[in-house]
RNA sequence: GUGGUUGUAGCUCAGUUGGUUAGAGCAUCAGAUUGUGGUUCUGAGGGUCGUCGGUUCGAACCCGAUCUUCCACCCCA
């Protein structure tokens, strides 16, 4: 019996209105992307599955879509393919006989194997963006999708701080382009991070660490401490932390106090040195409205970020960070590159979009696609329109001739909901004159001119 | 994955202890206005009440399952 088709839960369908948006912001991303000197690149949706696992954590491994191999029921090999299944009822567990490829789960770690595989081909330092799907096999919720864009940007083959800067600008610029000017941009490094691990005596429990406390905001600091207790973090290394609590200040107060906390860690005092670095340069250059703060609570869990951390949090929205990042010495060294550092952020598109929706910040122009619309008064007057339209067209003018001689009214409010600025009418009277009358539909007024005048006033 | 929540017209939502033909606003369409939209007036269309099953003389309403939405945990764009 047919019952409604629907699509898999988390994905969605975009109709034209919403695509509009949509590539709206792709294009204002792609375009500061493209002003710092990145370049396209696309990688497969599937990657082999052993590219993946175990490149973010215990927790991401489970996110990930796994792809059924093919044809097993034509298998030669049915009791394996049993106990594997049988196994894999279990426990989580890979079996290449049974699962060989899956989605890509974010666009950095098939940037990493992309470099390696093409590093002959690539010169260094290499500055890549994509903008590509990612899926997640997680459950959704608002502003969570189990397939959603990321627009990553990232350097590999340089050290340089330099590109921590320009990430931060590149951020402060994407973002005020789109019109979202009330952002906080927060920024850690994992070496302070790991500083803090050190100083404390708990240097193996750096991932249970600063998990604990990236939920201070959330639980508080007695949640956080009960969570280190359970973690197995000893009670001589939480009291050490308590001073971390208390941090507040502006963002050179915090990094003062901090580097007498970590006077005893080199690498904790190499992590703040790096972000006073980056800090101070931004300062400098300077950015536009959005907040810039340190914050030594925000830990991503990724665990292949070895510096900087990134995170952008919309403020007065509720929503996840839409932006996040960081510094990977390593990561190609995984697949068997060694010294080549990375850098790279990722934005959140679809979460950008249901901010700036929310917000209401896509400006009416994104929906206007066209220009002008020519009403049809009949065949004479439509291929007549259709030549003027034609002329208009090579002028880079985007407009359409209504396709059939319906009432005006009609054609009218068609110009209307498509929110189209100009509305040109050649009937008789114009054919005859060799003018033609256009018509604001913003201000509601009404020209009678040469088609070159409608052109000069859109220009 | 665990716990909870939601679902009625295209959208936002009413719907009495279970009782004739399930309503409103907005949107859509038609007309008032045959060369003028966005304002106004009149009218019309649109529903297997998420889906399947159960209880009942009778279910939008009660029960079960399932899907979906949203929320918390986990994690994250």
Redesign the pocket.
């Known amino acids: 019996m047919s019952?409604?088709p629907?699509i898999?839960?988390?994905?969605?369908d975009f109709l034209p209105e919403v695509m509009v948006k949509r590539n709206y912001i792709f294009s204002t991303i792609r375009t500061v992307f493209e002003k710092y000197g990145f370049l396209p690149i696309e990688t497969p949706s599937m990657e082999n599955l052993s590219t993946l696992t175990g490149k973010?954590?215990e927790?991401?491994d489970?996110?990930l879509f796994k792809i059924l191999n093919s044809r097993i029921h034509e298998s030669n090999k049915k009791d394996q393919l049993r106990s594997e299944f049988e196994l894999s009822l279990e426990k989580s567990r890979n079996s290449e006989i049974l699962t060989e490829k899956a989605l890509r789960y974010?666009l950095?770690v098939p940037f990493a194997r992309f470099v390696v595989q093409n590093q002959n081909e690539l010169s260094f330092p290499f500055k890549r963006y994509q903008i590509q799907p990612?899926w997640?096999?997680?459950?959704?919720?608002?502003?969570?999708?189990?397939e959603?864009f990321?627009c990553d940007v990232d350097v590999v083959g340089s050290d340089s701080l330099i590109h921590e800067i320009e990430l931060v600008l590149i951020i402060d610029e994407v973002l005020s382009k789109l019109g979202l000017t009330d952002v906080t941009i927060k920024l850690n490094n994992l070496k302070i991070l790991s500083g803090i691990a050190e100083v404390c005596g708990e240097k193996e429990k750096l991932v249970a660490i600063t998990?604990a406390i990236?939920?201070l905001d959330?639980?508080g600091i007695d949640g956080v401490i009960k969570?280190l207790r359970e973690k197995g973090v000893s009670e001589n290394a939480i009291q050490k932390m308590d001073p971390l609590f208390a941090l507040n200040g502006s963002n050179e107060e915090k990094l003062r106090s901090l580097s007498t906390f970590l006077e005893l860690s080199e690498t904790g005092l190499k992590g703040i040195e790096e972000l006073s670095y980056v800090l101070e340069n931004v300062n400098k250059i300077g950015v536009g409205k959005a907040n810039i703060e340190f914050d030594v609570t925000l830990?991503?869990?990724?665990?292949y970020y070895t510096g900087a951390i990134f995170?952008?949090k919309a403020n007065n929205v509720?929503m996840?960070?839409?932006?996040?990042?960081g510094r990977y010495d390593d990561l190609t060294g995984l697949f068997g590159l060694k010294g080549m550092s990375g850098v790279g952020i990722?934005?959140?598109a679809?979460?950008?979009y249901d901010v700036m929706n929310e917000l209401n910040l896509f400006p009416d122009s994104v929906l206007a696609s066209t220009k002008v619309l020519f009403?049809n008064?009949g065949e004479a007057e439509q291929f007549y329109s259709m030549k003027i339209a034609s002329d208009f067209r090579k002028k880079g003018i985007a407009c359409e001739v209504y396709p059939s001689s319906?009432?005006?009214?009609?054609q009218?409010?068609y110009?209307?909901?498509k929110k189209v600025p100009f509305?040109v009418?050649?009937?008789?009277?114009?054919m005859d004159s060799g003018l033609i009358?256009f018509?604001?539909?913003?201000?509601?007024e009404?020209f009678s001119g040469k088609p070159e005048d409608l052109i000069s006033r859109i220009k």
């Open positions: 019952s409604k629907s898999p839960k988390g994905t969605r973010y954590g927790e991401g489970q996110l974010d950095t990612v997640r096999a997680d459950k959704p919720q608002k502003g969570r999708y189990r959603f990321q998990v990236d939920k959330k639980i969570e830990a991503r869990g990724l665990n995170e952008v509720q996840g960070s839409i932006t996040g990042g990722s934005f959140g679809d979460r950008i009403i008064f319906v009432k005006m009214a009609k009218m409010k110009a209307n909901d509305v009418m050649i009937g008789s009277k114009e009358t018509k604001d539909m913003n201000s509601g009404q």
